[in-house]
């Protein structure tokens, strides 16, 4: 009919104003607001059992490195400062701005009389530190400036833990020198997953076969990392195991027989005069077993061991024999631990549920805790991530709920 008709022209009129720019001059309606659609949520991919084969050598990366001195802004900047009023106060200050919570006033009593001793140089005055994390710590971008500030006030007693090579692209450390050829096969906590559940200290497991070869030296430049005075190395003798030789500072030092009637994890320490010095793992025999290389000093001070994994959760630390990783965690001796996870649980959005990371975090922080008693232990929260929303920038929903889940467990 004629009224009809008529409604659909206007509607049809109105429609096609907002449709073409030129008409919009005579737009009859307001535009409807768009949907904004929530962010999905990404569950953790399935992980199954097997290895994958490093196509790429370790080399040096100096594009990766942080400069010794960075220049701290004194505020924030970026679309999301701008949205917050005033500027932020400078981080480089020498109250914190946001301090520990800690209850009970005495969880990290035991770190900070290590620290003492360090700084009083006393002859048992290293302190070591854990810090696990997910890719700013695989890429040693937040606990590289923490050890160089740790080690300028109170002693570079070494570098510490180092995978045999990159089992990530992105795999990278501050202050040595690092090497290794490629076709080592990984087993990762993040998959594939290794049978036994045994990857050593790094949450990466390597093989090889004859002809590989990873090396570890000091640093060649800069003010850090140019000393050491014993290298560690961690690796599995097991029925059937092959012949790992070391050289050092281009010379054969010794080999190593990883074979043996059972499964059972070893270190290797080599002493060296403290200086600059370089150790090369070669396999020469059948399929040789590893986890990684210890730098260290006997010289009070801080070394920190920097166990980053690309795309982990704290639960992947879980992956692991417990009775293995209670070892791996004793052999250090740490006077620290740190746990820095969630931006990758914040991926994962609200599809694993908050109760469940509640549960399977507090369970990795009590093996650790029941492995060394006597370190303290500091959580470090999910770092802030934004999204979209509409025309503005805010902090996704489920950062919040992470953090929340996160004090909980480490309070419990």
């Known amino acids: 009919s004629s009224p009809v008709l008529a409604v659909l022209l206007v509607v049809g009129l109105g429609a096609l104003s907002h449709r073409v720019p030129s008409l919009q001059r005579l737009a009859l309606f307001d535009p409807l607001p768009e949907a904004e659609a929530a962010p999905?949520?990404?569950?953790?991919?399935?992980?199954?059992?097997?290895?994958?084969?490093?196509?790429?050598?370790?080399?040096?990366?100096?594009?990766?490195?942080?400069?010794?001195?960075?220049?701290?802004?004194?505020?924030?900047?970026?679309?999301?400062?701008?949205?917050?009023?005033?500027?932020?106060?400078?981080?480089?200050?020498?109250?914190?701005?946001?301090?520990?919570?800690?209850?009970?006033?005495?969880?990290?009593?035991?770190?900070?009389?290590?620290?003492?001793?360090?700084?009083?140089?006393?002859?048992?005055?290293?302190?070591?530190?854990?810090?696990?994390?997910?890719?700013?710590?695989?890429?040693?971008?937040?606990?590289?400036?923490?050890?160089?500030?740790?080690?300028?006030?109170?002693?570079?007693?070494?570098?510490?833990?180092?995978?045999?090579?990159?089992?990530?692209?992105?795999?990278?450390?501050?202050?040595?020198?690092?090497?290794?050829?490629?076709?080592?096969?990984?087993?990762?906590?993040?998959?594939?997953?290794?049978?036994d559940g045994l990857y050593g200290l790094g949450g990466v497991s390597f093989r090889a076969p004859p002809g590989s070869r990873a090396r570890f030296g000091t640093a060649k430049t800069g003010h850090y990392g140019l000393n050491v005075s014993r290298y560690e190395v961690s690796y599995m003798k097991e029925p059937g195991g092959g012949k790992i030789q070391l050289n050092l500072d281009g010379k054969q030092y010794k080999v190593l027989d990883t074979s043996a009637d059972t499964k059972q994890t070893a270190v290797e320490t080599i002493e060296v005069p403290d200086g600059a010095?370089?150790?090369?793992?070669?396999?020469?025999?059948?399929?040789?077993?590893?986890?990684?290389?210890?730098?260290?000093?006997?010289?009070?001070?801080?070394?920190?061991?920097?166990?980053?994994?690309?795309?982990?959760?704290?639960?992947?630390?879980?992956?692991?024999?417990?009775?293995?990783?209670?070892?791996?965690?004793?052999?250090?001796?740490?006077?620290?631990?740190?746990?820095e996870f969630g931006a990758n649980e914040s991926g994962d959005g609200f599809a694993y549920p908050m109760d469940q990371y509640h549960e399977t975090m507090k369970a990795v922080l009590q093996q650790a805790r029941k492995a060394v008693p006597d370190a303290g232990c500091l959580i470090i929260s999910a770092m802030d991530r934004a999204e979209k929303k509409g025309a503005s920038l805010q902090s996704m929903a489920v950062i919040p709920a992470i953090v929340k889940e996160q004090k909980s467990a480490a309070k419990e």
């Open 277 to 339: 010095h370089e150790l090369e793992v070669v396999t020469i025999k059948g399929s040789s077993r590893a986890f990684g290389v210890v730098m260290e000093r006997d010289v009070p001070g801080v070394v920190l061991d920097a166990i980053g994994v690309q795309g982990a959760r704290i639960r992947f630390l879980d992956k692991q024999d417990d009775a293995h990783w209670a070892e791996q965690l004793k052999w250090r001796k740490p006077n620290l631990l740190i746990f």
């Open 40 to 195: 999905p949520s990404v569950p953790a991919p399935v992980l199954v059992e097997g290895e994958s084969t490093l196509e790429s050598e370790t080399t040096e990366r100096p594009e990766l490195a942080q400069p010794e001195n960075v220049e701290i802004p004194t505020g924030s900047r970026g679309p999301i400062a701008a949205e917050q009023g005033p500027a932020l106060e400078p981080i480089n200050v020498e109250k914190p701005p946001v301090p520990i919570e800690d209850p009970s006033g005495k969880a990290l009593d035991g770190f900070y009389a290590a620290l003492g001793r360090a700084q009083r140089k006393q002859p048992d005055g290293i302190v070591r530190v854990l810090h696990f994390g997910d890719s700013i710590v695989t890429s040693d971008y937040v606990s590289g400036t923490l050890r160089r500030k740790l080690q300028g006030r109170f002693g570079d007693s070494g570098h510490g833990f180092m995978l045999i090579a990159n089992a990530w692209p992105a795999y990278f450390h501050n202050d040595v020198s690092r090497f290794a050829s490629s076709g080592w096969k990984v087993s990762r906590i993040v998959g594939p997953l290794s049978p």
